[in-house]
């Protein structure tokens, strides 16, 4: 009950952040500037009270304790919308939470693709293919996990070229997809055609990953394995740690949609009364 409620509550902050981010990137556009429109403010309410000259000296007390009631009200919520826009600020400049958020249960394969051109071309699209096996196994994954890693690596290339998450399952039928195929391998070999959200497009050499083995692959650097090894998970978020940030993606779109797949029921739950029990299971459940 514990973790329910502390993971309710994280959602909670991840969407007070997320209300915050889509404030302000609504107003954008506007280009205020929060201390010099303060200033005005206040300038423009010490002209209104020095304007009338001898009428400001000759007031009355009331009058006074009146407009300076007014000014700290306006110098508090000027401070409030300060301490909003310098909250908002931290937590869109750091990413660094929401991709902990997207990792948080995830599981992660490794892809090895033949030629650097099918990752571009992966990267430019937000799309990949696979063969038929790690399609099965990909699709059962993004039905059961809540989120689905896949770490890129081109053959011989000594690098990681990036990670992204599963968007989709497969689908077949669409627009084709003219990926650069080895010798002797056609396009209706590969399976169908996942979307895919990128969360980094950098890459990382294998050096830097020299301490991480895979002990869902007898503990071998995790950089070696076939097309499809999976990653343990531990290993498999402290590698995607390792990657250096890629600040054209935005990660707010990849948490929203994690949100939406949760929120979303995979199964209707049957209504009305339980089916009952067989006789015979229940007379031999009371004879023990």
Request: hydrophobic share 30%; net charge neutral; with cysteine.
């Amino acid at each position: 009950m514990e973790e329910e409620e502390d993971e309710e509550e994280g959602e909670k902050e991840e969407e007070e952040e997320e209300e915050e981010y889509d404030e302000r990137r609504g107003g954008e556009g506007n280009d205020y500037d929060t201390r010099s429109e303060a200033g005005d403010s206040r300038s423009a309410s010490s002209v209104s009270f020095s304007d009338d000259g001898e009428s400001a000296h000759t007031g009355s007390a009331s009058e006074a304790s009146e407009s300076e009631k007014k000014r700290e009200k306006l110098s508090s919520s000027v401070r409030a919308v300060r301490k909003g826009m310098e909250k908002t600020s931290c937590a869109v400049a750091d990413p660094t939470n929401k991709l902990r958020y997207i990792l948080r249960d995830a599981r992660f394969f490794l892809i090895k693709s033949n030629n650097h051109e099918n990752v571009s071309l992966a990267k430019a699209k937000g799309v990949w293919s696979t063969l038929p096996v790690n399609e099965k196994k990909l699709n059962a994954a993004f039905r059961s996990a809540r989120s689905v890693i896949l770490v890129f690596s081109v053959r011989e290339s000594g690098k990681f070229q990036g990670f992204a998450r599963l968007a989709s399952e497969s689908h077949h039928g669409g627009s084709p997809i003219h990926w650069v195929l080895p010798a002797g391998m056609n396009a209706k070999m590969l399976g169908g055609v996942f979307k895919i959200n990128w969360l980094c497009r950098r890459e990382l050499p294998f050096i830097k990953t020299a301490h991480l083995s895979n002990p869902w692959n007898e503990f071998k650097p995790v950089k070696i394995g076939r097309d499809g090894q999976e990653i343990q998970p531990t290993v498999g978020a402290q590698l995607c740690a390792l990657f250096p940030l890629d600040e054209s993606v935005d990660v707010h779109q990849v948490v929203r949609r994690i949100r939406h797949k949760r929120r979303t029921p995979s199964e209707p739950r049957p209504r009305g009364r339980p089916p009952l029990r067989e006789p015979g299971r229940i007379l031999v459940l009371r004879q023990f």
